[in-house]
């Protein structure tokens, strides 16, 4: 076929060459502004930020890119938002992103606050905007930003607790330096940011559910409340296997429901009175301190948990308690009264038994006096060892597997980290929470199973903050005593229930004889002493605390590898050496750091435009 004809007037042929050159500018110009074009992620997780449900953020993680997208709902917006990470939910040194308004323009920017809490935008801008829109449903600002950028003014995201910080902005803002974010009300909510990225296993066809819900509960017109309610198993369970678990938020709560635990009570109790009131209640029932074997944990913006394909939490049969407790943490600071409440935990279970039973290790440290935090610190650690000659007399050939954790401190509790130590070397991080918060205790499902063999040893270390206290701070069980556990989910289930140690007493009373004399005072060994009083008699300075770190870092423990009968394996436990650590583990380096080149430095924030895309 000829493409021209002699006969083609001169007007035909400038026509058919505009119209080439039109299609190959379009061309042109949809290739060149292709990469503009942000296809939208799904963001998988949600989370209400205040109590009174004006914010919503949402977010997804790409571990590829080693990013995450964020997504804000402020339902009314008036001249802004603000949202930010500390290490411990401070407004003070907080990464911040702002969404702010001068009275004409609105803008989006990286800021960060300084120890006073005055906000100043960021020099190397990280948070990229990526959409605004409005909707019957609210304002909504999708962003992303890696997980560490190198800047040390943003905050590194991490596996852990994350404390989110949020606060409105009601009037105008000429300029970032006039914001000072002590002095807005900013709120809190704390947040795993960071999951695993495997897909949940099915769940079986013959599964079945069992609820277990708050009885209609009144929610008490204060700030904090503790809910404990005794749950009874119908006579007779078979076992079964426990294969996911998921919250029941009574509708219009999710806001006020903060956290959920189910325990099961101590299989030797034939009774448990019934009970259903407040958890610090004096009417309570001394045998509901028996139950503290946990089979279920949920806090806001936890996904359902589920169990390996292979294994399951066996529920009800021989040697299993019919009697469970459950504990639903209310958080109602607007005070809000005459809210109902039938919250609680949804068991999926079924009769068809895995191949494997789970089960539940307690590592880290003995619930004893013995092991005390110095008052004035900034952060003094402490270590709980499950020696390789526990876990060589305890452990099957094959080993076994840890596929979920739950960390556990008090109020003073900062960090928890559980490595696995493989002849004298540690070989994987079981699970780290640098931002540790005792109000946030989930049972965290690992992004990779650790394998753990005969021989193995587990170290658990965590970090204390007690500058606010002028009396050392004891281990135990109150509030106010602190603890040091990792409770590891795992398969297959062995008799080995718990794998802890404490410092050598005798060791204990060498120290309080030497400050003792340092300071100038009898060492009283009378009989009945105890050693709450022996911490309590201490002047405590630079010296005594310095010495008892030395001590609980160098002298012999007490190991506890107990059976589910609470009897010690066959052994010798006392006077045991602490496991050496030759090697520790270096943490992979980040992008930023690999591609060694400052980002450029540009502190103007993006202007935004209603139902913008940028």
Not at 312 to 325: D, N, Q, T, V
Not at 396 to 408: D, E, K, M, T
Not at 460 to 468: F, G, H, I, M
Not at 530 to 559: A, C, H, K, R
Request: one cysteine or more.
């Amino acid at each position: 076929m000829r493409l021209l004809n002699k006969d083609l007037r001169l007007q035909d042929v400038t026509l058919m060459y505009l119209t080439v050159l039109a299609t190959v500018v379009v061309l042109l110009v949809a290739s060149y502004q292709a990469p503009a074009v942000h296809s939208r992620p799904t963001l998988a997780y949600h989370i209400p930020l205040d109590p009174s449900g004006q914010l919503e953020l949402s977010w997804n993680i790409s571990y590829p890119t080693q990013e995450v997208y964020l997504e804000l709902k402020v339902k009314e917006l008036h001249h802004g938002v603000l949202l930010g990470m500390s290490d411990q939910g401070e407004p003070t040194n907080a990464d911040l992103v702002l969404l702010w308004d001068d009275g004409h323009k609105s803008y989006f920017g990286d800021a960060w606050s300084d120890n006073e809490g005055r906000v100043m935008l960021d020099t190397q801008q990280d948070y990229e905007l990526l959409e605004t829109h409005q909707s019957t449903e609210g304002f909504f600002l999708l962003f992303k930003r890696p997980f560490s950028t190198c800047d040390p003014h943003d905050y590194i995201i991490e596996e852990g607790t994350v404390h989110i910080i949020y606060a409105m902005l009601e009037r105008p803002i000429l300029s970032l330096r006039e914001l000072n974010i002590s002095r807005l009300q900013s709120g809190i909510q704390r947040v795993l940011l960071l999951r695993p990225d495997a897909p949940s296993p099915a769940l079986p066809r013959d599964v079945r559910t069992l609820e277990v819900l708050a009885p209609d509960v009144i929610i008490p017109t204060q700030e904090t409340t503790y809910w404990c309610h005794i749950y009874q198993l119908p006579p007779n369970m078979p076992k079964n296997h426990i294969v996911m678990y998921e919250s029941v938020i009574t509708p219009g709560n999710e806001a006020i429901v903060h956290h959920i635990e189910v325990f099961e009570c101590s299989p030797q109790m034939d009774t448990v009175p019934q009970f259903s009131s407040s958890c610090d209640s004096k009417m309570k029932p001394r045998k509901l301190n028996y139950c503290r074997h946990v089979l279920a944990a949920w806090a806001m913006g936890a996904e359902p948990f589920y169990y390996p394909a292979d294994a399951g939490l066996p529920l009800g049969g021989e040697g299993s308690s019919r009697f469970l407790r459950l504990e639903v943490h209310y958080h109602n600071p607007l005070l809000i009264s005459g809210r109902r409440d039938s919250s609680g935990i949804r068991l999926w279970y079924t009769p068809s038994l895995r191949r494997f039973d789970a089960g539940i290790m307690e590592l880290g440290l003995v619930y004893t006096p013995v092991m005390a935090i110095p008052p004035r610190q900034r952060s003094f650690q402490l270590t709980g060892y499950c020696t390789a000659k526990c876990t060589q007399t305890a452990l099957p050939v094959g080993g076994v597997h840890i596929f979920a954790s739950q960390l556990h401190t008090h109020l003073a509790g900062l960090g928890v980290r559980t490595v696995l130590v493989r002849g004298g070397r540690e070989v994987e991080v079981v699970q780290e929470d640098k931002h540790f918060s005792t109000h946030y205790q989930i049972i965290r499902v690992l992004r990779k199973m650790v394998t753990v063999l005969p021989g193995d040893a587990l170290v658990t270390k965590c970090s204390y903050n007690t500058e606010d206290r002028n009396k050392a701070t004891v281990g135990g069980f109150g509030i106010m005593e602190e603890m040091c556990v990792n409770y590891v989910h795992y398969y297959p289930r062995t008799q080995l229930e718990l794998c802890k140690s404490h410092v050598d007493t005798d060791y204990l009373q060498k120290y309080f004889s030497l400050i003792n004399r340092f300071q100038g005072r009898e060492s009283c060994s009378c009989p009945g002493t105890t050693v709450e009083e022996q911490f309590s008699s201490l002047s405590w300075d630079g010296f005594s605390g310095e010495v008892l770190n030395s001590l609980y870092l160098t002298s012999p423990i007490s190991m506890h590898c107990n059976q589910s009968t609470a009897e010690l394996f066959p052994g010798e436990w006392e006077h045991q050496e602490i496991p050496v650590v030759t090697a520790e583990l270096q943490r992979a380096p980040f992008p930023c750091e690999l591609s060694r080149r400052a980002s450029p430095e540009n502190d103007n924030p993006t202007e935004v435009r209603p139902d913008s895309s940028v």
